[in-house]
């Protein structure tokens, strides 16, 4: 079955740098999830979009966006890249139709790394 | 904001022993999440609870989702050594119009084999 697609897999920029980091989620699903992962923490809830409209938001800093497209897919776009942004990000598709509506499915995610 | 309070951090296990690690929280969830990270991959879904006191098997996972809602268990039985990992439980929070998960710390397993 297909699975949620990110890149890239991995990535290594310099402090003050951009970033910008895909999601494809799984084919008919409707939403779409960005979570950060640091070193040896649990994923940290970032942001969320249905039907392409911004659903929910955690603790996205100021400096990142992102967007839902028309296809579904999603970019996660970081700026002045700090050293403190070096982690793990999934992205994570769910639908909205049926009883698992809940289940949230994560990509292999993006390693970042600021340097 | 909520927290999920998940023990034991590790678990050091002999291969073929069973396993349980568990979730709790001071808040109400509706649904339970449970998954399976390994290094530098992203978690992967075991078992999915909505229904207070459901019980739910997956192979040799079997998961309850707590009858007040604040908590949730895990059990691996008979462990392999490809069970090596960590283990996440994940509540849904619906202060979002979508329900964005909460993680707990985790539980990194160990087997011996």
């Known amino acids: 079955a297909a699975g949620v697609i990110q890149s890239p897999r991995h990535l290594i920029k310099e402090k003050r740098e951009t970033a910008t980091l895909k999601c494809y989620p799984i084919?008919?699903?409707?939403?779409v999830y960005w979570y950060q992962q640091g070193p040896g923490q649990d994923p940290q809830f970032l942001i969320s979009?249905?039907?392409?409209?911004?659903?929910d938001k955690g603790s996205i800093p100021d400096r990142f966006s992102a967007q839902q497209f028309s296809d579904y897919h999603s970019e996660l776009n970081m700026s002045s890249l700090e050293l403190g942004d070096s982690a793990l990000y999934f992205c994570?598709?769910?639908?909205?139709?049926?009883?698992?509506?809940?289940?949230?499915?994560f990509g292999p995610g993006t390693r970042l790394t600021v340097l | 904001g909520q927290q999920l309070n998940q023990s034991p951090q590790s678990m050091f296990i002999q291969e073929g022993e069973d396993v349980s690690m568990n979730c709790t929280s001071s808040?109400?969830?509706?649904?339970w999440l449970w998954y399976k990270q390994e290094p530098g991959e992203g978690p992967v879904l075991l078992i999915a609870l909505y229904k207070a006191g459901e019980l739910t098997s997956n192979g040799r996972l079997t998961a309850q989702f707590g009858i007040t809602r604040k908590d949730s268990f895990l059990n691996i039985s008979a462990s392999i050594p490809s069970d090596v990992g960590i283990y996440f439980c994940a509540g849904v929070d619906y202060g979002g119009s979508q329900g964005n998960l909460i993680f707990g710390k985790g539980t990194k397993l160990s087997v011996k084999p």
């Open positions: 084919p008919r699903h409707d939403t």
């Open positions: 979009f249905y039907e392409k409209m911004q659903s």
């Open positions: 808040s109400i969830f509706n649904t």
């Open positions: 994570a598709s769910s639908s909205r139709e049926g009883s698992s509506y809940n289940e949230q499915f």
